[in-house]
């Protein structure tokens, strides 16, 4: 299984941005995606998942200003995170990441990761 994210950039605080996220390869062992981040010095946080049956979380620091989708087929998962109303302090590392197994939040237990997407919101 490959995951790629792509999707961030420079906004400023008010903005929107939307993440996308490719797995593609054995998709039908993924249960849930999920998309973290990650500023220096500090420890990933899961903020966003999603299940293959249509179940989300989302962290309370992004409820009500993130929306996270997933389309499917086949052959690929096609992860979505639209973000708005952007805060300064949303900047980071965004990661998608999948697992086999639905209700995880350690980092641990997912094991399928994209490279990273760099997120910035000025003030």
């Known amino acids: 299984l490959q995951v790629m994210d792509s999707g961030g950039g420079l906004v400023q605080a008010g903005g929107s941005l939307r993440l996308s996220c490719v797995a593609s390869g054995s998709v039908v062992s993924i249960d849930a995606m999920g998309w973290y981040r990650q500023v220096s010095g500090k420890e990933r946080e899961l903020i966003a998942a999603?299940?293959?049956?249509?179940?989300?979380?989302?962290a309370d620091s992004v409820k009500g200003r993130f929306t996270i989708s997933i389309s499917r087929d086949v052959a690929k998962n096609m992860m979505y995170l639209q973000m708005s109303n952007l805060k300064p302090e949303d900047t980071a590392v965004y990661y998608c990441?999948?697992?086999?197994?639905?209700?995880?939040?350690?980092?641990?237990?997912?094991?399928?990761w994209g490279q990273g997407t760099q997120v910035t919101v000025s003030s």
């Open positions: 999603i299940s293959s049956a249509g179940k989300t979380f989302y």
């Open positions: 990441a999948a697992t086999a197994f639905w209700g995880q939040t350690d980092p641990n237990e997912y094991d399928f």
